[in-house]
């Protein structure tokens, strides 16, 4: 396995639509394989193949305390219900910064593993949350579009800074 480089707001490649995936592969195993390695090394909850400059609906979560509960979710559609929640929100491609983001609590969600086998679970809280902000990198949305303009702004502008310090 490997780490993979991880995009950083504001990329454009970050507003890539994610297309589907048809070929199930070990190339497909390898690449969640990666993601799931990478996300834990950065440390993160939450990756999509986007971020990775992999434009494929796939991405891999695991909100579990000791990173022994992965999800890997290929193709994921969801159905949002139950109230709306808010909290901060952080993003692996948005390093340092967390902003209040409303999301639906409860999600169902039908996808396909990696062999192409059809799945169905169902998701509130923190995993709910954190499938949903995913999911919308497969649409090339970022948490800080939720966000005003001003502060959605003011933090493209803090990032280009930074990247351009370590240039």
Known sequence: MSLLNILHHPDPRLRTKAAPVSIFDNALVTLADNML???YA???????ATQVNVHKRLIVVD?????????ILVNPKLELFGDRVSGDEGCLSVP?????????EQ????AQD???APLEMSAEGLL????QHECDH????????YLSSLKRNRISKKLRQLASERD
């Open 138 to 145: 497969l649409d090339g949305k970022l948490f800080v579009d």
């Open 128 to 131: 709910a949350v954190c499938i």
């Open 42 to 48: 950065a440390p993160g909850i939450g990756l999509a």
């Open 96 to 104: 340092g910064f967390y902003e209040r983001v409303e999301r639906a």
């Open 107 to 110: 999600i169902n969600v039908q």
């Open 63 to 71: 909100v579990s305390e000791d990173n022994n509960a992965p999800h």
């Open 114 to 116: 990696v062999s192409g």
């Open 37 to 39: 390695e990478t996300m």
